[in-house]
C-alpha cells in the first residue's frame, strides 16, 4: 500500500478489498473516493489511524505533517501526566530568579514554569488563584527572550479594562518597557500599537468585538504586526464552532507567535465544549479540522426532538474519554483553590449605602404587606419567595 502525503491532503492507492473499505470507512477524519484513489485530509486523526491500521504501508517522505504528528505525540508522552499534575512541579533555580514584580505563589509558580517552554497553552485555574498574574509574567519572560513584540488580549467587555486598568500595573514585571491601549468600539486605535519596536505592545479588546468586521479588522491587523501573543481570557466564549466570533478567533491562530486560553470552568456543558477552545490553541490536539468528525469520535447522538430540522441532534454521551482526556491534559494547567493552601483569605469590605426615601417607601410597604400576609397564611412559598426578591431588587435600585 503507498500513502501519497501532499501540501494539503494525503492519497491512499491499494487494490481494494472488503476488508480494506471496512478499515477505510472507520477513518475518523475527513475523506472522499476519487476512483480508486482515497483523498483524505491531513488531520492528525487520520495520520494515526492509518499508520495504526496499515502499519506496513509505505508513505512518501516529501511532507513535514508525520515529523508534526510525532513532535506532538512525544510532547504529550513527555508531559505531564494526571499523577504528575497532582504533585508540585519542580521549580528549577533560573526560574526563581525570575524578577517578578508580585511573588507568586505555589500553583502560580507551577504555572510559569509548566508554560514558558510552550508555544500554546491552557491555564484552567480558578477564579483567585492567579492565572491573570502567570500570563502576564509569561509575557514578560517571552518579550525579554525576543519571542514577543506585542500581546492581544480578548476578554468579556468590562474584563478586558482591567487587565489595562488594574491587572497590569499590578502584575507586570518593572523590567518591561510597555505601551498599552484598550480598545473601544468606533475609536481609533493608536497607529503606534501597530508598529513593532523597543517596547511591549499590549492591547486588550472585549472579545465581543470580534463578533463584527470592524474589531476582527483591528485584531488581525495587530496580529500581523508583529511576533504576537494571543490570550483569550474565558476562553468559553468561543466554545461555538459555527459562531463568527470563534471563527475569526481561530483565525488569529495561523498568525501568532504564541497562544493562550484562560479559564476557570472550560466546560458548561460537556467535552464538546473544549473543541473550539483547543482548536483555536493547535489543531493538531484534539486532531480533527472538522467539529463533526469530532462529535462523532468522542460523543453519541440522537435527534434533537421529534420533528426536528435535518441534522440537528442532541450529545447523549461520550466515548473515547480516556483518549480525549489524554490529549487535553498534556497541553493544560489545572488549579483549584483547595489546591492553592497558601491563598491568603478571603477579605470582605463592608459598604453602607443610604436608601432613597423612594426605595426607603417602597420598601417598607413591601416587607409590611410580605409579613402580613405570611402570618395570616394566605401567600404561597413561590409568591413569599417572589417578594423577598422584590425587596432585593429595591436595595439594587430597580423600581420597577
Known amino acids: 500500500m503507498m500513502i501519497e502525503l501532499l501540501e494539503n491532503k494525503g492519497i491512499l492507492k491499494s487494490p481494494l478489498s472488503g476488508e480494506l473499505l471496512d478499515k477505510i470507512r472507520e477513518m475518523p477524519g475527513r475523506k472522499r473516493w476519487y476512483g480508486r484513489e ?15 491500521t496499515f502499519p506496513h504501508a509505505v508513505f512518501n517522505d516529501q511532507n513535514k505533517r508525520l515529523d508534526e504528528i510525532d513532535e506532538i505525540a512525544m510532547l504529550e508522552a513527555d508531559s505531564i501526566d494526571v499523577k504528575y499534575k497532582q504533585s508540585k512541579i519542580e521549580i528549577p533555580p533560573e526560574s526563581l530568579a525570575f524578577p517578578f ?17 510552550r508555544d500554546y497553552f491552557a491555564l484552567f485555574m480558578e477564579m483567585g488563584t492567579g492565572k491573570t498574574k502567570v500570563s502576564l509574567d509569561l509575557a514578560a519572560d517571552w518579550w525579554a527572550k525576543g519571542f514577543i513584540d506585542g ?7 468590562g474584563v478586558h479594562e482591567q487587565w489595562t486598568k488594574e491587572q497590569i500595573p499590578t502584575h507586570l514585571p518593572e523590567f518591561v518597557n510597555h505601551i498599552d491601549h484598550t480598545y473601544t468600539s468606533g475609536k481609533k486605535i493608536p497607529n503606534h500599537m501597530f508598529v513593532a519596536g523597543e517596547r511591549l505592545r499590549i492591547l486588550s479588546m472585549n472579545i465581543e468585538a470580534l463578533s463584527h468586521k470592524s474589531g476582527f479588522d483591528n485584531a488581525r491587523r495587530f496580529v500581523l504586526s508583529g511576533k504576537i501573543l494571543v490570550i483569550v481570557d474565558e476562553s468559553t466564549d468561543i466554545k461555538t464552532p ?48 472538522s467539529f463533526y468528525s469530532f462529535r462523532a469520535r468522542y460523543c453519541d447522538v440522537e435527534p434533537a426532538y421529534f420533528g426536528a430540522p435535518r441534522g440537528a441532534v442532541k450529545i447523549v454521551a461520550y466515548r473515547n474519554t480516556d483518549e ?29 449605602v443610604q436608601l432613597t426615601d423612594e426605595q426607603k417607601a417602597l420598601y417598607k410597604q413591601m416587607k409590611d404587606e410580605l409579613f402580613v400576609q405570611v402570618d395570616s397564611g394566605i401567600v404561597s412559598a413561590p409568591n413569599a419567595v417572589a417578594k423577598l426578591m422584590r425587596l432585593q431588587q429595591i436595595t439594587c435600585g430597580h423600581l420597577p
Open 101 to 117: 514584580k508580585t511573588v507568586p505563589r505555589q500553583k502560580q509558580m507551577e504555572a510559569f514554569q509548566w508554560a514558558r517552554d
Open 242 to 289: 459555527g459562531s463568527q466570533r470563534t471563527k475569526n478567533v481561530i483565525h488569529l491562530r495561523d498568525i501568532s507567535a504564541k497562544r493562550g486560553i484562560l479559564s476557570g470552568a472550560p466546560i458548561t456543558r460537556g467535552l464538546e465544549d473544549l473543541y473550539s477552545q483547543f482548536m483555536f490553541l493547535d489543531e493538531d490536539i484534539l486532531g480533527f479540522s
Open 324 to 352: 480525549f482526556t489524554k490529549k487535553v491534559e498534556a497541553h493544560s494547567f489545572r488549579a483549584t483553590k483547595e489546591e492553592c493552601v497558601d491563598l491568603p483569605p478571603k477579605i470582605y469590605l463592608e459598604r453602607i
Open 151 to 157: 500581546f492581544l488580549i480578548l476578554a468579556p467587555n
Open 38 to 52: 482515497l483523498h483524505f485530509e491531513l488531520t492528525r486523526a487520520n495520520l494515526e489511524y492509518l499508520r495504526k
